[in-house]
């Protein structure tokens, strides 16, 4: 029994008027209630109650203990009720990060109709194709493209997603259309910036193996609705997912490329930090989150 807890058994020994009563309401034995009341005294160095046979009375530092032991405890249990309220209802602000793209043009749309469900959950939304701490920087759940290397965090799969490189009709028109991964070389790749690391390297399969092929071009960023613009523009080729083109190849305003020798789909996946117990709050987005992208179709003819 911590010191709150003992101050909330002085409370009810004075309230009842007796060692024995109070130690009944929290299951405890008279001589359990005693030796927390001699601890108590120990603490403060003063006696706190006169004890006889028939009755007991405060002294006066007993009396300057009661009345403000009544409002530390109080205080206490008001704040538990609080965070216990936060835990259990659908109420309070949940931290969110997302990749760029996905973010703007999925997530988004996805949070807002969770929120007009639960109006009292607020959305912190980080929007980053950097890498996020989810733990050091206090965000509730992340979305990932890939497979999860931290495994301190834990996991529900969104769906599947594969990386396919993409141009626009305008861009293949001028240029031409590449046929095999080595002659991307000549061609003018728009390319992905990860805090201090290029994308220059993209991955294909050849006989069955996968490889690297080193591309470069006159445009790069660290904003992949960026990258998905310019594509879109016919400045050049992107490297991109499949969830956030899949519209424009589906209308014609990029064309799939090199679509032989694509690696296989991997994971799109929430992921939050493990070993904790999880608000309510965050337990039903995570759970909205999975039903929301199930419900998502990827368009007949684009995904192989």
């Known amino acids: ?26 299951g405890l034995s008279p001589a359990a209630v005693t030796e927390r009341l001699a601890g108590l005294e120990a603490h403060y160095g003063a006696r706190l109650l006169n004890r006889t046979t028939r009755a007991i009375s405060l002294t006066d530092e007993g ?68 890498y996020v701490d ?41 240029f031409g259309t590449p046929k095999h991964p080595d002659e991307l070389a000549g061609h003018n790749c728009l390319l992905m910036r990860f805090g201090v690391t290029i994308d220059q390297e993209w991955p ?32 050049g080729i992107a490297l991109k997912a499949i969830w956030d083109v899949r519209e424009d190849l589906a209308a014609g305003r990029l064309v799939e490329l090199l679509a032989g020798f694509e690696q296989p789909p991997s994971s799109l996946q929430v992921i939050y930090p493990g070993g904790r117990n999880l608000p309510k709050r965050v337990r039903a987005l995570i759970d909205f989150l999975v039903e929301a992208f199930a419900d998502e179709k990827i368009p007949k003819g684009v995904w192989a």
Not at 7 to 17: D, P, S, T
Not at 207 to 233: I, M, P, T, Y
């Open 134 to 174: 989810l733990v050091a920087q206090g965000i509730d759940l992340g979305i990932r493209f890939g497979d999860l290397k931290d495994s301190s965090l834990r996991t529900r799969r969104l769906g599947l997603s594969r990386r396919l490189v993409c141009a626009a009709p305008s861009y293949l028109e001028r």
């Open 63 to 130: 009396r300057l203990l009661q009345e403000g032991a009544r409002d530390l405890v109080n205080e206490a249990g008001d704040l538990e009720a609080r965070v216990r309220h936060g835990v259990e209802q659908l109420s309070g602000p949940v931290r969110i990060s997302a990749p760029l793209d996905l973010g703007r043009h999925r997530v988004v749309q996805m949070l807002d109709r969770f929120m007009a469900e639960h109006p009292e959950v607020g959305i912190e939304l980080t929007l980053s194709d950097s």
């Open 1 to 26: 029994m911590d010191r709150l807890d003992s101050l909330a058994l002085f409370l009810r020994i004075v309230e009842k008027g007796g060692l024995a009563a109070a130690g009944r309401d929290f």
């Open 204 to 235: 294909f399969m050849i006989g069955g193996k996968r490889r690297l092929f080193f591309v470069r071009g006159n445009r790069q960023a660290n904003d992949g609705s960026l990258v998905r613009h310019w594509c879109l523009e016919g400045h």
